[in-house]
C-alpha cells in the first residue's frame, strides 16, 4: 500500500500543470455559475429550499462540465473571446430575470418577446428601475468582470484528448446524478420531475430548477416544442357552497350544451375534447337569471384594489363593495400586467405568456366574448378606454370579444376628452361617454377598460395623483401611498358620475355594475400594501386579495365566502343574466354554483376553501387541523390542468374547431 504513494506522487509532479489545468477550467465555471445562481436565489427569494438547492447544484455540474468543454476547444485566444461572450450573455440573462421581475412582478420567459411593445411602453420606468437594481446588475456580471480584470491568469487552455474525455465523464457523472435526483422526485408536487415532464412555466422553473436550467428547458421548447399533460383527478367530493340563504332543496340544472366533439387529427384538441367530457358542469342556482334583459356595465378597473378603499375618500367604491354581493374571498392574480388581467376578465381563462401573444392578433373565434354574448342577445354593445386604443393590440382583440365599435385615444376619445396627460381620467371618460347608450334603447352592455390607477404613484409624473393630492394630504402614508390612492378617488368620481346618470335617466334599477381589477397596484412597495391593508399580507398570495363589484340598487346584501377569482367573473356574469353557455368551455367557474371554489396564483399557489398552498414553498396552511388524505395533491392537479387546458384552447383556437 505504502508503495503507491510514491507513484501517485510521482504522476502528479510529471502531470500537475495539466491537472491543474483541467480543475482551473472547470472550478472556474463552477464557482461562476453557482456565485450567480445562488445570488439571484439570495435577491430574489430570501429562502432556501434544500431540494432546491441540489437541484440546482447537479445542474450546474454538468452546465460547468459543458463549458469547460466549450470554451477549451480551440486556441487560446478564441477560447478568451469565448469565454468572455458566454459570461457577458449569462450575466445578462439573470440580470433580465431580476429587472423584469421587479418590474412586472413575474419572471421573464422567451415568450415575453411576443410583447415587448408591452414592455417598451414602459421603458421609462424600465431604465429606472436599472438604476435602482445597479448593485444587482452589477454582480450578475461580476464573473464577466473578473474574466475580463484576470483573464491572463485566469487563461484557458485548449484542450487536450485527455482533458476532453475527463470534461465528458464528468459531464456523464453529474448527468447521472441530476437525472437520478429529477425521478426521485416524481411524486413532488411542481418538483423538478413534473417540471421536465409535464409542467411548463417559468414561475416555478427558476425557484426549483434555477435560473439556467429554466433558460435551457424555455429555449429546447420553443424549438421542439412541448405537449401539456392533463392529469387524472376526480373532485366530485371536494366542493363549496358558501352562499349565504342558498335554497338547497331545489334542483337546479346545470349549465351545459349538447357539444358536437367532431373527428379531429390535432393530439391537444383531442386532449381538450377528452377533458371537456370528463369535466363536470357546474350547477344552476337561485341566483340563475335574476339579471336576465338587466342593461350592464362591465369595468376592468387599472390597478383596483380594496386597500383603496375608504368610507371617507372613495365613498361610492365603499358602497359598491359592501352590498350586494360581497365577496369575502375574491382574488385577483397578477399575471403579466394589465393585458394578463384584461384577458381573465374578458375571456374566463387563465392566461400564460406563450398564449397572450395569440390571443391579442384577435385572430380567435370566442363564443363567449362579452360583446359576442351579449350582441346575440340583441343588446346594444360599447366599448370604451382612455388610453390609446392600439395599445398591446386591444383593437384586435377587442374584436374577437364582439367590440366593432371600440373607442380609445386615436381612434376617437381625444375628440372627446383630453387625453394628453398620463394617465387620462377615468371621470372625464365616463362624462363623455355615457350618453352614447343611456339615452338610446335597451338593453345595452358598455365596457370599460380604465386606466386613473396607473403608476407612477407620485405627485410629479401622474395627473390623477396631482388632480387629488390635496384630498390625500393629511394621510399619515408614504407618498406613494398616497399618490395611489389619490388615483383611486378619480374612478371613485367616475363611478359615482354613472350612477347618478343612470338614475337621472331611470335606469339604475334595472342596470347591473361588475368592476374587477386587471392586477393589484404591483408598483407599490410591500411596505406601502401594508401600511393600506388591514391585515399583513403576503407578497405570493394575500397580495391579490381584492374586491370584486356585481352590483345593482335592487340587490339584497349576500356575502360570499367561497374562494374565487378574475376567471371566475365572466361564467357568474353569464349565469346571473341567465345566458346558455356550457360552463365546461370555461376554466373558471360560476362563483355562485357549488363548483369548486379555487383561487389560482401566479406561480401555481392556490386558495380553497380548506387553506393555503404556497407552491414555492410547498407549504401548506390548513383553515382547519384536518384535510381529506390527498387533497393538496388533488387540488395541485387541478390547478395544472386548468392552467393547461386554457393554454390548448388558445393556442389551438378550440372554440372555432367546436363551433364553426
Known amino acids: ?4 504513494v510514491p507513484k501517485v506522487k510521482d504522476f502528479f509532479d510529471k502531470n500537475h500543470e495539466k491537472i491543474f489545468n483541467i480543475a482551473k477550467t472547470y472550478v472556474f465555471w463552477l464557482f461562476s455559475l453557482l456565485f450567480l445562481e445562488f445570488f439571484f436565489a439570495f435577491v430574489m427569494f430570501n429562502t432556501y429550499q434544500r431540494r432546491h438547492i441540489i437541484n440546482i447544484v447537479l445542474y450546474v455540474f454538468m452546465a460547468s462540465a459543458i463549458l469547460s468543454i466549450i470554451t477549451c476547444l480551440f486556441k487560446d485566444k478564441v477560447n478568451a473571446v469565448l469565454t468572455s461572450i458566454i459570461l457577458f450573455i449569462i450575466g445578462v440573462m439573470f ?6 421581475y421587479h418590474t412586472f412582478k413575474v419572471y421573464f420567459s422567451l415568450s415575453n418577446l411576443g410583447l415587448s411593445d408591452q414592455i417598451f411602453s414602459f421603458s421609462e420606468d424600465v431604465v429606472k428601475l436599472v438604476f435602482k437594481n445597479t448593485i444587482y446588475i452589477v454582480a450578475f456580471m461580476m464573473p464577466f468582470i473578473i474574466y475580463m480584470l484576470f483573464r491572463k491568469k485566469i487563461k484557458l487552455q485548449k484542450n487536450s484528448l485527455s482533458n476532453f474525455i475527463i470534461y465528458v465523464l464528468i459531464f456523464i457523472f453529474s448527468c447521472g446524478l441530476f437525472i437520478h435526483r429529477v425521478n426521485v422526485s416524481i411524486n413532488d408536487i411542481n418538483g423538478a420531475y413534473e417540471l421536465y415532464h409535464n409542467v411548463n412555466d417559468v414561475s416555478i422553473s427558476i425557484n426549483t430548477l434555477g435560473v439556467l436550467n429554466s433558460y435551457t428547458l424555455e429555449f429546447y421548447r420553443l424549438i421542439f416544442g412541448f405537449e401539456q399533460k392533463i392529469k387524472q383527478v376526480f373532485v366530485s367530493d371536494i366542493s363549496s357552497n358558501n352562499i349565504e340563504n342558498v335554497e338547497k332543496v331545489v334542483e337546479y340544472g346545470n349549465n351545459e350544451l349538447e357539444l358536437d366533439f367532431k373527428e379531429t387529427a390535432n393530439k391537444e384538441i383531442k386532449t381538450i375534447n377528452e377533458y371537456i367530457m370528463n369535466d363536470e358542469p357546474t350547477s344552476q342556482n337561485e341566483y340563475t ?10 369595468i376592468t378597473a387599472e390597478s383596483f384594489s380594496q386597500i383603496g378603499i375608504s368610507e371617507e375618500l372613495t365613498p361610492t367604491l365603499y ?3 359592501h352590498s350586494g354581493f360581497i365577496f369575502d374571498n375574491y382574488y385577483t392574480p397578477n399575471v403579466l400586467s394589465t393585458i394578463g388581467g384584461e384577458f381573465q376578465s374578458l375571456t ?12 391579442r392578433s384577435g385572430k380567435n373565434y370566442f363564443p363567449y366574448g362579452l360583446g359576442t354574448t351579449f350582441k346575440n342577445l340583441g343588446y346594444s354593445t360599447y366599448a370604451y378606454h382612455n388610453n390609446s386604443y392600439t395599445f398591446q393590440d386591444r383593437n384586435k382583440y377587442m374584436k374577437s370579444q364582439g367590440f366593432d365599435n371600440f373607442l380609445g385615444q386615436y381612434n376617437g376619445m381625444e375628440k372627446r376628452m383630453n387625453c394628453n396627460k398620463w394617465p387620462q381620467s377615468d371621470d372625464e371618460m365616463i362624462e363623455v361617454t355615457v350618453s352614447d347608450y343611456i339615452g338610446k334603447g335597451e338593453p345595452f352592455l358598455a365596457y370599460y377598460m380604465t386606466v386613473s390607477g396607473h403608476f407612477p404613484y407620485t405627485f410629479v409624473g401622474n395627473s390623477m395623483a396631482i388632480k387629488n ?5 393629511e394621510l399619515n402614508l408614504s407618498e406613494d401611498a398616497r399618490a395611489y390612492i389619490a388615483t383611486q378617488i378619480e374612478l371613485d368620481k367616475a363611478l359615482e358620475r354613472l350612477i347618478n346618470a343612470l338614475s337621472d335617466a331611470g335606469k339604475l334599477d334595472n342596470t347591473v355594475i361588475v368592476l374587477l381589477a386587471d392586477h393589484y397596484p404591483y408598483k407599490l412597495s410591500m411596505q406601502d400594501i401594508n401600511s393600506l391593508s388591514d391585515y399583513t399580507r403576503d407578497d405570493v398570495v394575500e397580495v391579490n386579495h381584492n374586491s370584486l363589484i356585481i352590483w345593482n340598487n335592487q340587490l339584497e346584501d349576500i356575502h360570499v365566502t367561497k374562494p374565487c377569482m378574475s376567471i371566475d367573473v365572466l361564467p357568474t356574469v353569464c349565469n346571473l343574466f341567465g345566458i346558455e353557455y356550457d360552463s365546461r368551455l370555461l376554466v373558471g367557474k360560476d362563483i355562485l354554483s357549488d363548483a369548486l371554489g379555487i383561487a389560482i396564483m401566479y406561480n401555481h399557489s392556490w386558495v380553497t376553501e380548506e387553506g393555503t398552498y404556497y407552491a414555492n414553498t410547498r407549504k401548506f396552511v390548513a383553515k382547519d387541523d384536518e384535510v381529506p388524505e390527498g387533497y393538496v395533491k388533488s387540488i395541485s392537479d387541478i390547478v395544472d390542468n386548468r392552467l393547461n387546458i386554457s393554454k390548448m384552447i388558445v393556442k389551438n383556437d378550440y ?3 367546436l363551433f364553426n
Do not use: H, R
Request: aromatic content about 18%.
Open 348 to 359: 374566463g381563462l387563465y392566461p400564460n405568456s406563450s398564449i397572450l401573444t395569440k390571443w
Open 95 to 100: 440580470s433580465i430575470q431580476c429587472v423584469f
Open 319 to 321: 358602497k359598491l363593495t
Open 655 to 657: 372554440y372555432n374547431y
Open 1 to 4: 500500500m505504502l508503495s503507491i
Open 289 to 298: 337569471g335574476i339579471f336576465k334583459d338587466y342593461n350592464l356595465i362591465y
Open 469 to 473: 393630492k390635496e384630498a390625500v394630504k
